[in-house]
């Protein structure tokens, strides 16, 4: 397994305009990872950008682990559906432009009761089928982030990827959120067994009411702080051995998410993530 920075790990600097994909790639060559993971919600001028992302991936010799689509497939409106199908299908040629063959996805969440679970899950079945249509034909697997209402918990991913039923749809295994859905991270990644295209790499620990700082409320009630990956509640030891006796030998993407300073959260997760799987 190879060792990846997703960019969303420093999307501080970038909401803050001080930081482009550029800047981060320099960044990513100084932390010493393999690859990095790129999202599309971080474009400004495609046209501009991607000779300037193409040049410092190659300055810099890093691989691009994955492309990251920002969909989101429960919408009410046809049209806007189509539109997240296209988001989608423009990652996958971004991620064939880039060499790499995975692109993340969403599932997509309840907006409010106009739309119900059942509804919303038959869009994100349809929407899913649909790109992963486009997806095998130009050689992509896309992996479905467990995130959200429909697909987080291993179980609903499970059930998201054999309704689709395509080779082009596999599990994005993110080792934290299963923690926000109130599942065991080390139990989902023994139901995923074989499903696994891809894996972020984040770290949540439980915390107290009135904690403040980076914390996010769980589906289940409890608050939970972003913590360095290592640091957290995530067994990453037990996760790792399991993917890859599973067969995953793909991609590690760290995420950082806690409170520390980007930079060096980024570094420290990275860190120790190289440690972890040293002793694998």
């Known amino acids: 397994m190879k060792i990846a920075l997703s960019m ?9 305009q001080k930081w482009d994909t550029v800047d981060f790639l320099e960044f990513a060559s100084e932390v010493g990872v393999q690859g990095v993971e790129l999202l599309s919600c971080f474009w400004k001028d495609k046209e501009r950008d991607i000779p300037l992302i193409d040049e ?30 296209k988001e989608v299908t423009d990652a996958v040629d971004a991620a064939v432009h880039f060499g790499a063959k995975v692109v993340r996805v969403f599932s997509g969440d309840l ?37 959200g209402l429909f697909a987080g918990r291993s179980g609903q991913v499970m059930d998201i990827i054999r309704k689709v039923n395509s080779d082009a749809l596999r599990s994005t295994f993110d080792t934290g959120n299963f923690l926000l859905v109130g599942q065991s991270p080390s139990e989902a990644a023994d139901e995923l067994e074989g499903y696994v295209g891809h894996v ?48 995953y030998d793909g991609w590690l993407s760290v995420e950082f998410e806690g409170d520390e300073e980007p930079q ?15 002793t694998l």
């Open 8 to 16: 969303w790990s420093v999307h501080k600097y970038w909401y803050e």
């Open 56 to 85: 410092a991936l190659q300055i810099y010799g890093l691989k691009v682990a994955c492309f990251s689509a920002c969909n989101n497939f429960v919408v009410a409106n046809e049209n806007e559906r189509k539109a997240q199908v």
């Open 111 to 147: 907006p409010n009761d106009s739309i119900t679970y059942e509804q919303g899950l038959a869009y994100v079945v349809d929407g899913l089928s649909e790109a992963a249509e486009y997806a095998q034909r130009n050689g992509v697997t896309l992996c479905l982030e467990n995130h």
């Open 200 to 247: 972020h790499v984040k770290d949540f620990l439980p915390v107290p009411e009135g904690t403040t700082g980076a914390t996010i409320r769980a589906l289940t009630g409890e608050l939970y702080l972003g913590k360095i990956a290592g640091e957290g509640a995530v067994d990453l030891k037990y996760v790792f051995g399991a993917l890859r006796n599973g067969g």
């Open 264 to 278: 060096r959260g980024s570094i420290d997760a990275v860190g120790n993530v190289t440690r972890i799987v040293a």
